[in-house]
């Protein structure tokens, strides 16, 4: 999706609206030849080059800094397959494929963007309104249609242009709830979706008839709905998405436009522990669903397929090595593409970060409707450069002759395309290709011995560190470790899970640091830089006996929570747990300490002191400051 943003002070609880599309620019860009070896960060991008590694030529289509194309499973395309649509300045552009020179369709600031696929038009929206415009791609022609509720958006037209569909959140007010964190806690990707994904905000999905301009809802739920998308040859076919961590949900859904047969197209197998499907996207047959599955997560990888007029299934099973965050494709040209992944992703490979080329082969039948495959895989470009935190989102052109993608190798993004067809002449090595051998997968039993290792900005050792480790695979604490005077903690066996690791230091030390990442295979040794933060290790011993009362941001009591209160120099800790009225008695054996709440095992840590200003060394910069009182009440957000 879109460029992932670390909210150091809230927590947006945002409506999936803006997480539709994400979508992305192009400019024009002229066929000369570049460098012919892989070129190393510039400001400018060469117009093309022939990857060292691959021998594939590479094609810059983009002359903006920021430009971006469509989300992966958007059709980004018109028609006649001749031009593809992009943003670019928060405006709508068009590229002509062939020509590689772009203009200027339509001005934004953009909130959706949907290219027909029976007619040369692309419908959109603006964010500062709830218009609904259409633009002619012949002549330019724009004009508004109509217009959607507060709070909705559309994301997808059929398959006859008569359709528009999308979702409405039904309380705009809600959808734009921030949630206040204390300062110097930093929630992540993860806990962001974690708290959209447990608000159960009301929702509805709706289609807008484009004949008449009537907004018809046709389903009502309080789930996280996501990725709606037309069948491209049905034009009453819409598949969309429960969103939210993939382990814990049912995710892939098909419903006709009137609202009937909701109907679930993968089950996740209750036998098997950690069974996850997504990134669901339309074959260009319209009636097969393609999508990640992965069984069990993170250590069986399939391409999977779903077909919706005869059930049959099919899944093509790859090495992790193999394995791209999104896919793309289609069955009939038996060419599909991926955009790779860091070693920070649910493969864990520590050489992913390519775009990739697959052609699927089927080799068996395991029953019933569901037929077996592995995947051949070649990789294309070498994305060694790339931030993943933001995602290339890759595109199979309607001619199979490129694979287009986003990419911020060069440091701004911009739109690129890699031809299929090697370079003639070009000798390459047997590594660039992969076909799945069962000898290669993984045993399942991923346990990992890890040390942990805290340094400040200037990589300095940070002793006295508290270290709280969580699994967000299984929702638990798997153990709260403490930094020795070399910043090292003792060794920990972990699973094969993504973990978050929560660093609090000793008081002013440094400023609350969270850090996720998939422990395995794992190299044993984990680093963190912890965030920089004014030192203060001055205290006045002293013993002080005091209630905490813990309520969530609703006034409701929090029971059952876990309360650490710890020294200046983490000396002295002792640990707490709140009773049903949120209440824990607890005592203070110095001036100031640190008390850290742990809701769902995530830290809300405060600084408890007689006096919070500067002259009495407490850096309220750092984490928040709360003089003493009786009792000290402390409202916290649920996680």
């Known amino acids: 999706m879109s460029k992932r943003c670390v909210l150091p002070l809230v927590i947006a609880v945002t409506a999936p609206l803006a997480a539709l599309l994400a979508v992305g620019a192009c400019a024009k860009a002229s066929g000369q030849t570049g460098p012919t070896s892989n070129p190393a960060p510039a400001t400018q991008p060469p117009v093309s080059w022939i990857d060292k590694d691959t021998g594939h030529r590479v094609i810059r289509l983009t002359d903006q800094p920021g430009s971006r194309g469509l989300y992966f499973n958007y059709n980004a395309f018109t028609p006649d397959g001749k031009q593809m649509a992009y943003e670019a300045n928060q405006s709508i552009y068009l590229l002509d494929l062939a020509t590689r020179k772009s203009h200027l369709l339509a001005t934004g600031p953009l909130s959706?963007?949907?290219?027909?696929?029976?007619?040369?038009?692309?419908?959109?929206?603006?964010?500062?309104?709830?218009?609904?415009?259409?633009?002619?791609?012949?002549?330019?022609?724009?004009?508004?249609?109509?217009?959607?509720?507060?709070?909705?958006?559309?994301?997808?037209?059929?398959?006859?242009?008569?359709?528009?569909?999308?979702?409405?959140?039904?309380?705009?007010?809600?959808?734009?709830?921030?949630?206040?964190?204390?300062?110097?806690?930093?929630?992540?990707?993860?806990?962001?979706?974690?708290?959209?994904?447990?608000?159960?905000?009301?929702?509805?999905?709706?289609?807008?008839?484009?004949?008449?301009?009537?907004?018809?809802?046709?389903?009502?739920?309080?789930?996280?709905?996501?990725?709606?998308?037309?069948s491209p040859t049905d034009p009453t076919l819409l598949m969309y998405c429960h969103e939210g961590p993939w382990n814990e949900l049912d995710?892939?859904?098909?419903?006709?436009?009137?609202g009937s047969n909701n109907s679930l197209i993968h089950s996740r197998s209750l036998a098997m522990k950690q069974e996850t499907a997504g990134h669901e996207f339309w074959d260009a047959d319209g009636k097969t669903i393609?999508?990640?599955?992965?069984?069990?997560?993170?250590?069986?990888?399939?391409?999977?397929?779903?077909?919706?007029?005869?059930?049959?299934?099919?899944?093509?099973?790859m090495n992790r090595s193999q394995w791209s965050i999104h896919f793309n494709g289609d069955l009939a040209s038996g060419l599909f593409c991926g955009d790779g992944a860091t070693p920070f992703?649910?493969?864990?490979?520590?050489?992913?970060?390519?775009?990739?080329?697959?052609?699927?082969?089927?080799?068996?039948?395991?029953?019933?409707?569901?037929?077996?495959?592995?995947?051949?895989?070649e990789r294309m470009v070498n994305l060694s450069n790339q931030d993943y935190n933001d995602e290339p989102n890759v595109h199979l052109s309607p001619d199979h002759k490129l694979v287009i993608f986003t990419s911020n190798m060069f440091g701004p993004d911009y739109?690129?395309?890699?031809?299929?067809?090697?370079?003639p002449g070009f000798k390459r090595g047997a590594a660039m290709t992969h076909t799945f051998s069962p000898s290669t997968t993984d045993s399942s039993e991923n346990v990992s011995e890890t040390t942990i290792h805290v340094v400040d900005q200037a990589n300095t050792p940070l002793a006295n560190a508290q270290v709280a480790i969580k699994s967000l695979d299984t929702g638990r604490q798997v153990g709260v470790l403490t930094t020795d005077?070399?910043?090292?903690?003792?060794?920990?066996?972990?699973?094969?899970?993504?973990?978050?690791?929560?660093?609090?230091?000793?008081?002013?030390?440094?400023?609350?640091?969270?850090?996720?990442?998939?422990?395995?295979?794992?190299?044993?040794?984990?680093?963190?830089?912890?965030?920089?933060?004014?030192?203060?290790?001055?205290?006045?011993?002293?013993?002080?006996?005091?209630?905490?009362?813990?309520?969530?941001?609703?006034?409701n009591p929090l029971p059952n929570i876990q309360v650490l209160v710890r020294t200046a120099d983490a000396v002295k800790e002792q640990w707490y747990t709140t009773d049903r009225s949120g209440s824990a008695n607890i005592t203070v054996s110095a001036d100031p300490s640190t008390v850290s709440a742990f809701v769902k095992f995530s830290p809300y840590v405060y600084k408890l002191a007689s006096a919070c200003n500067e002259a009495s060394g407490v850096n309220t910069q750092a984490i928040q400051c709360v003089q003493f009182n009786s009792p000290l009440v402390l409202t916290v957000p649920l996680p």
């Open 112 to 230: 959706a963007l949907v290219v027909a696929r029976n007619a040369p038009v692309i419908y959109f929206m603006k964010s500062n309104d709830q218009h609904v415009y259409a633009a002619d791609v012949v002549t330019g022609e724009l004009s508004q249609i109509g217009s959607v509720p507060d709070g909705g958006a559309i994301s997808t037209v059929n398959a006859d242009g008569t359709l528009l569909a999308g979702l409405i959140m039904d309380d705009p007010a809600a959808a734009r709830l921030r949630l206040s964190l204390p300062p110097g806690v930093k929630p992540s990707k993860k806990a962001r979706e974690r708290v959209r994904f447990d608000a159960h905000l009301p929702m509805t999905l709706f289609v807008f008839d484009l004949r008449s301009g009537a907004v018809n809802p046709i389903l009502h739920t309080t789930d996280w709905l996501n990725h709606v998308q037309f």
């Open 251 to 258: 995710r892939i859904w098909t419903i006709r436009a009137d």
């Open 290 to 317: 393609w999508y990640d599955l992965q069984a069990p997560k993170g250590q069986a990888f399939f391409l999977a397929s779903y077909n919706t007029r005869t059930g049959e299934q099919r899944r093509y099973q």
């Open 345 to 377: 992703e649910a493969a864990s490979s520590p050489d992913g970060a390519w775009i990739e080329l697959y052609r699927p082969e089927l080799t068996g039948n395991a029953g019933g409707n569901v037929k077996t495959g592995v995947i051949e895989s």
């Open 415 to 423: 739109v690129f395309a890699a031809e299929v067809a090697i370079a």
């Open 485 to 555: 005077q070399s910043g090292t903690t003792t060794p920990i066996a972990l699973d094969k899970d993504l973990h978050r690791f929560t660093v609090v230091c000793a008081t002013g030390g440094c400023a609350t640091t969270i850090q996720e990442q998939y422990t395995a295979p794992f190299p044993g040794n984990l680093v963190i830089q912890a965030n920089a933060s004014t030192a203060d290790q001055t205290y006045t011993p002293t013993t002080r006996k005091t209630r905490v009362v813990l309520y969530d941001t609703n006034h």
